[in-house]
């Protein structure tokens, strides 16, 4: 599986983006997803995931009730919707694909990677 994430950029505090993640190969209903993010000097955190159908989600108590992922297996894509943004959310922003039904908030039981997106937001 190969991972395209986009939808990075400059947003002022309180701004909203919308990261995606494109999927190739036919199998993507097949693996649980995970959004990470890493901030310069930080270790990769844990931000969000999905099961592979979809049926289940977690989001990190930093970014609860503001950020929002979902899936749609039709089009091999995973979203991540970000609301009401802060200058502490500014990192490089990955998804992640894993084997199984369920997300993982440990990175190293990922087995693909995208290449990462740039989020900045401005106070």
């Known amino acids: 599986v190969q991972l395209q994430a986009s939808g990075g950029g400059l947003v002022q505090a309180g701004g909203s983006l919308r990261l995606s993640c494109a999927a190739s190969?036919?199998?993507?209903?097949?693996?649980?997803m995970g959004w990470f993010r890493q901030a310069p000097g930080k270790e990769r955190e844990f931000v969000s995931g999905i099961s592979r159908s979809g049926g289940h989600t977690y989001h990190a108590d930093s970014v609860k009730g503001r950020f929002t992922i979902s899936r749609d297996n039709a089009k091999n894509t995973v979203y991540l919707q970000m609301n009401s943004l802060k200058p502490e959310d500014a990192a490089v922003y990955y998804c992640?694909?894993?084997?199984?039904?369920?997300?993982?908030?440990?990175?190293?039981?990922?087995?693909?990677w995208g290449q990462g997106t740039l989020v900045t937001v401005s106070s």
């Open positions: 992640a694909a894993r084997g199984g039904y369920y997300y993982e908030a440990d990175p190293q039981m990922y087995d693909y």
């Open positions: 190969g036919r199998t993507f209903s097949s693996y649980a």
